[in-house]
């Protein structure tokens, strides 16, 4: 499914008396010292066994997943497979193919849990590489908490062997190269068979980072540069298989022209959260390529077998499918190895995580009832308001926040825990303060084309907007910079992250009413995702 907006936008006034003066937002999330944590004893699995063949022929496959999101738990009912399981079904398919099987990723594999965001990726960093991934390439929301973690990341090794980070068209504007710990390609040799994994950033998708992470990075336009090096591979190095793997929507790169001359045998894509092809539809091929991308959070398994011939390794046949539901596989077990890693940490995580602060008689949802995004701006309009009476006591207008693509799940009734809310709220966007005209908000509040949640009575409310030189409203530092396009001096930092201000508001008031949160919206385009 093709999604041409930007993200999901709620805007809401004041809701509640309430000044917001007697809470704390800062809430304390302690620091688990994940660079202290030492795992022994880890080991990858042995990739070079025999690779599977049949009279003439041998075959080589590829499993691939994209946006984990940090989904490190089975659950059956949410229908994610988790890291132990997934262990255990790569195990299961490298047993029937032990040199030929090869499992790649095509980005935004950590950020989304409190899981992987406490261990700042490292908890999945290091169960890939135990489950024997060869590349991943770089996701939007690998940059999340800065270059200097992303590098941590890429330096995490076992038994001497680190995942390679593609990034063909991630360059860096200082020395005008691909960005010094990336690299554009990575070859895999398996007896005397190659195979070639270019890996790019799709376009757009980097507008869904923080801009002041990326500030020094170039995202130059991926078509042109992949089908180079994919060239290269083929012509140069001699490859017999070359895989593209793209953090882009994968119906999109089928529509980028892309033929066989062009040295690519198979194409992975991601991003938007959907399998392609999805359950009962045809997998997409332009000049016997396939195309294929996964579902989020581990809910599918992207698969393509490539037949060559054994004499003249030539390609005979390729062939791609989406696992759709491999969480269903009957046997599949919790690998040990990962699961060690995952207690190593959930020693540290458990008690933060688990930490009751609140509880809703009815489920805080995101698009639906919208209260769980209502309570999120209201929330965001406390801060607001706490900030201005401390600062003069301005008037706050107005609290943006992107609904469904920066809150992800809904809270289920009863109690709230603070690892719920972290679900909720993986991202650690800032609330800020920002001054512009009454005529800037305005045209704030009238982007309907980017994708709008709104409350329309917000407008009927502002009289004469267009005459007031000063306004303030609050937003979070995503928000201002990626969708309004302001810059850093523009914006009023409160040293407040959202999500903490959000869990600060459940522990200090411990009981939530929906329905003080449930308010008629305004629909202008489906959710995006980012």
Known sequence: MKIKILIPLMVAPLLLSCSGGDIDFNYETPDIGVESIAIEGLKRPDLNGEIASKGDDVFFDFYEVSDFHGAVNYDAE???????????????????????????????????????????????????????????????????????????????????????????????????????????????????????????????????????????????????????????????????????????????????????????????????????????????????????????????????????????????????????????????EENSMVQKIMNAYNEKIEPIKSEVIGRTDAELDVSNNFTLTDLCVDTMSLVGKKWAKENGDVKILAAFHNANGGIRANIPAGDISFGSVYKSFPFDNEVVVVKVTGKKLKSFFNQGNMGMWRDTSVITKLTDLDALEEVYFVTTDFWAMNAFKLKENDLIRTNIICRDAIAARIKAHGNIKASDFDRSHEQFAAPAKR
């Not at 999340?144 to 992303?150: K, T, V």
């Not at 990326?214 to 994919?230: C, H, Q, R, S």
């Not at 895989?243 to 198979?266: C, F, M, P, Y």
């Open 78 to 332: 949410d229908k994610t497979i988790g890291l132990a399981k997934m262990a255990d079904y790569f195990s299961k398919k490298r047993a029937d193919n032990p040199g030929g099987t090869v499992v790649l990723s095509s980005g935004d594999m950590f950020q989304g849990s409190a899981e992987s965001n406490l261990t700042r990726g490292y908890m999945v960093n290091y169960a890939m590489n135990v489950m024997g991934f060869e590349a991943m390439t770089l996701g939007n929301h690998e940059f999340d908490w800065s270059i200097d973690w992303l590098k941590k990341n890429h330096d995490l090794s076992v038994e001497d062997y680190k995942i390679p980070y593609l990034g063909a068209n991630i360059y860096d504007k200082a020395t005008n190269d691909i960005l010094d710990f990336l690299v554009p390609s990575t070859i895999i040799t398996r007896k005397d068979y190659k195979i070639g994994i270019v890996g790019t950033m799709g376009d757009g998708s980097s507008s869904s980072i923080m801009k002041s992470l990326v500030e020094n990075l170039e995202f130059k336009p991926e078509f042109d540069i992949a089908k180079k090096e994919a060239k290269r591979l083929k012509e140069e190095e001699d490859c017999d298989i070359v895989v593209w793997s793209s953090h882009r929507d994968v119906s999109e790169l089928s529509q980028l022209g892309l033929a066989k001359t062009n040295g690519i045998d198979v194409v992975f894509g991601g991003h938007t959260h959907e399998n392609n092809p999805s359950d009962g539809e045809s997998t997409t091929y332009i000049d016997g390529i396939p195309f294929l991308e996964t579902k989020n959070y581990g809910k599918g398994i992207a698969h393509a077998r490539v037949t060559l011939d054994k004499t003249t390794k030539e390609i005979k046949e390729v062939f791609g499918e989406c696992d759709i539901e491999p969480y269903a596989y009957e046997g599949l």
